[in-house]
């Protein structure tokens, strides 16, 4: 099954990202903050999915996914925002993104999703 | 110079007068002597002279006051000449403030609070460009107060609802994870469950809907509208609420014209109107009743109607319908899980996209729904030039 590296710098909302993805049978590691995760890829971490706050302190999940593409990887990165609508504040279009998730978070939509970039 | 003449006239006219009465008493004085026949020759020549000198006279005082009419005449037409050039000036000195003043005044009126006058000519224009002058500067002071004000608010309004989504999105997926144990729970424990993500939802929607209504406010909510077909966009909405219609044992209907066109939207807003008005038809309706949606070609566009057989709205409450916070009849609303500010974002949504939505309802029958969209090309869902579009070239 999949490994999915899910970045927030909420405990509460990883807590519950980490409960459902593993009843959906996910091998899920976290991180607190962008720096984290690019940490963790430099470390020769290989998740098949980036789950990334596109608001976190220290660095954003979008920051972190601009680093790693510009360092040309292409795992597949879903972004979770709290704005409503994806485009209305921190959508870059110059970025390789899979997808928005917006808060609260719609988790069968989420699952659907992850099913659909990790086949 | 008139007045001289006018003078001249009468004193002319009074001296004739005098001049004919000598006369005429000369003459008579003369007749009298020869009537006695003391008169002889020299009273019938004082006689003739008398009358010829008459004849004199009037003809004098008519040459006289040919000439002082046309004296008077000409001092009236050089008194009015006088009289209009001071006009023309006085005139011409207003005009240019004035002119200045009506110009700025527009300006203001249409939102550009910067205008101001140059003061000057006449002291009336003066004083008068000077008020408003003040006017426009307590009203830029005033505009600049409220602007903050509004951006304060709406700052605070996104703020808060981006803020409340995180520890909302934590609490409901918790409330989530306990349903998806609902084995495990005793049945009260389950009902628990339900009414803390019952609230969560409501809270959710209400969040949105402030956000949305701040964006408005604030003139931050955009739409990006797209060539989309209608069909799909009404299947999925009525999809999406079969299951809580379901739950009234309403009956949910849909009736799309075939080969409507394209109409230009974007489609999340456009399921989030219908949801609202689904929403609404479902919520303020009894067990049993019937709910509709409908879709026609209009011309240049599309319309959209929701229609159910509740209650209906009352004439007095149909026309603030769309105001914020404007909810039905109290009666209902205690089961009613609205925010009362859904047909008020409707409204807004439905005009950022040029088209308009209106609500007929018959107390006791039923209330509908009618949502105009404009259509977006020439070109039907199926492929082919849609009648409107070839109407409308």
């Given at each position: 099954?999949?490994?999915?590296?899910?970045?927030?710098?909420?405990?509460?909302?990883?807590?519950?990202?980490?409960?459902?993805?593993?009843?959906?049978?996910?091998?899920?590691?976290?991180?607190?903050?962008?720096?984290?995760?690019?940490?963790?890829?430099?470390?020769?971490?290989?998740?098949?999915?980036?789950?990334?706050?596109?608001?976190?302190?220290?660095?954003?999940?979008?920051?972190?996914?601009?680093?790693?593409?510009?360092?040309?990887?292409?795992?597949?990165?879903?972004?979770?925002?709290?704005?409503?609508?994806?485009?209305?504040?921190?959508?870059?279009?110059?970025?390789?993104?899979?997808?928005?998730?917006?808060?609260?978070?719609?988790?069968?939509?989420?699952?659907?999703?992850?099913?659909?970039?990790?086949? | 110079m008139a007045v001289i003449g006018v003078?001249?006239?009468?004193?002319?006219?009074?001296?004739?007068?005098?001049?004919?009465?000598?006369?005429?008493?000369?003459?008579?004085?003369?007749?009298?002597?020869?009537?006695?026949?003391?008169?002889?020759?020299?009273?019938?020549?004082?006689?003739?002279?008398?009358?010829?000198?008459?004849?004199?006279?009037?003809?004098?005082?008519?040459?006289?006051?040919?000439?002082?009419?046309?004296l008077v005449a000409a001092g009236l037409i050089a008194g009015l000449t006088g009289a209009l050039l001071l006009?023309?000036?006085?005139?011409?000195?207003?005009?240019?403030?004035?002119?200045?003043?009506?110009?700025?005044?527009?300006?203001?009126?249409?939102?550009?609070?910067?205008?101001?006058?140059?003061?000057?000519?006449?002291?009336?224009?003066?004083?008068?460009?000077?008020?408003?002058?003040?006017?426009?500067?307590?009203?830029?002071?005033?505009?600049?107060?409220?602007?903050?004000?509004?951006?304060?608010?709406?700052?605070?309004?996104?703020?808060?609802?981006?803020?409340?989504?995180?520890?909302?999105?934590?609490?409901?997926?918790?409330?989530?994870?306990?349903?998806?144990?609902?084995?495990?729970?005793?049945?009260?424990?389950?009902?628990?469950?339900?009414?803390?993500?019952?609230?969560?939802?409501?809270?959710?929607?209400?969040?949105?809907?402030?956000?949305?209504?701040?964006?408005?406010?604030?003139?931050?909510?955009?739409?990006?509208?797209?060539?989309?077909?209608?069909?799909?966009?009404?299947?999925?909405?009525?999809?999406?609420?079969?299951?809580?219609?379901?739950?009234?044992?309403?009956?949910?209907?849909?009736?799309?014209?075939?080969?409507?066109?394209?109409?230009?939207?974007?489609?999340?807003?456009?399921?989030?109107?219908?949801?609202?008005?689904?929403?609404?038809?479902?919520?303020?309706?009894?067990?049993?009743?019937?709910?509709?949606?409908?879709?026609?070609?209009?011309?240049?566009?599309?319309?959209?109607?929701?229609?159910?057989?509740?209650?209906?709205?009352?004439?007095?409450?149909?026309?603030?319908?769309?105001?914020?916070?404007?909810?039905?009849?109290?009666?209902?609303?205690?089961?009613?899980?609205?925010?009362?500010?859904?047909?008020?974002?409707?409204?807004?949504?439905?005009?950022?996209?040029?088209?308009?939505?209106?609500?007929?309802?018959?107390?006791?029958?039923?209330?509908?729904?009618?949502?105009?969209?404009?259509?977006?090309?020439?070109?039907?869902?199926?492929?082919?030039?849609?009648?409107?579009?070839?109407?409308?070239?």
């Open positions: 099954m999949a490994t999915i590296l899910v970045a927030d710098d909420s405990e509460t909302i990883l807590l519950l990202m980490r409960t459902r993805l593993e009843m959906a049978g996910y091998t899920v590691e976290t991180a607190a903050d962008g720096q984290e995760v690019l940490d963790r890829v430099a470390d020769g971490g290989s998740p098949d999915l980036l789950l990334l706050d596109a608001m976190m302190p220290r660095k954003s999940g979008i920051d972190a996914l601009r680093e790693l593409r510009a360092a040309g990887s292409e795992v597949p990165a879903l972004i979770v925002s709290a704005h409503q609508n994806p485009g209305d504040a921190d959508a870059p279009t110059d970025l390789a993104i899979n997808g928005y998730i917006t808060k609260p978070i719609d988790f069968d939509q989420l699952l659907e999703t992850i099913a659909a970039l990790t086949a | 003078a001249r006239f009468i004193q002319q006219r009074q001296d004739f007068e005098d001049s004919i009465a000598r006369s005429y008493q000369t003459e008579m004085a003369a007749r009298v002597r020869i009537a006695q026949g003391t008169g002889g020759k020299a009273a019938r020549v004082a006689v003739h002279q008398q009358i010829r000198h008459r004849s004199e006279l009037r003809d004098q005082i008519s040459g006289d006051t040919r000439d002082t009419a046309l006009f023309s000036g006085l005139i011409s000195s207003m005009r240019r403030p004035l002119e200045e003043l009506v110009d700025a005044a527009g300006r203001l009126a249409a939102g550009d609070r910067s205008v101001r006058v140059e003061v000057g000519g006449l002291s009336e224009t003066a004083t008068l460009g000077a008020a408003f002058n003040e006017m426009a500067a307590e009203l830029e002071i005033e505009e600049g107060r409220r602007d903050e004000l509004d951006r304060l608010k709406d700052d605070f309004v996104l703020t808060a609802s981006h803020e409340l989504r995180s520890p909302l999105t934590s609490v409901q997926g918790f409330a989530e994870l306990l349903i998806l144990e609902r084995e495990s729970l005793t049945p009260k424990q389950v009902e628990t469950v339900e009414v803390i993500l019952d609230n969560c939802r409501h809270l959710v929607r209400l969040l949105n809907d402030l956000l949305d209504l701040a964006r408005s406010d604030a003139g931050r909510l955009l739409i990006k509208p797209q060539p989309a077909e209608v069909a799909p966009l009404i299947e999925d909405v009525v999809r999406t609420m079969r299951a809580q219609t379901e739950a009234g044992k309403q009956s949910l209907t849909e009736e799309i014209q075939p080969g409507l066109p394209l109409i230009n939207v974007e489609p999340a807003r456009i399921r989030q109107i219908l949801v609202n008005l689904l929403t609404n038809a479902h919520e303020y309706s009894p067990e049993g009743a019937s709910i509709g949606v409908s879709a026609r070609s209009l011309g240049a566009e599309v319309e959209i109607a929701v229609s159910d057989t509740g209650p209906g709205i009352p004439q007095d409450q149909l026309e603030r319908i769309f105001e914020r916070f404007t909810r039905g009849d109290a009666g209902l609303t205690q089961r009613v899980g609205g925010t009362g500010l859904g047909l008020a974002i409707s409204k807004s949504l439905v005009e950022l996209h040029g088209g308009g939505i209106v609500a007929e309802s018959t107390p006791g029958q039923g209330s509908t729904f009618r949502v105009r969209l404009p259509v977006a090309a020439a070109v039907t869902s199926d492929g082919g030039q849609s009648r409107a579009a070839a109407e409308a070239s």
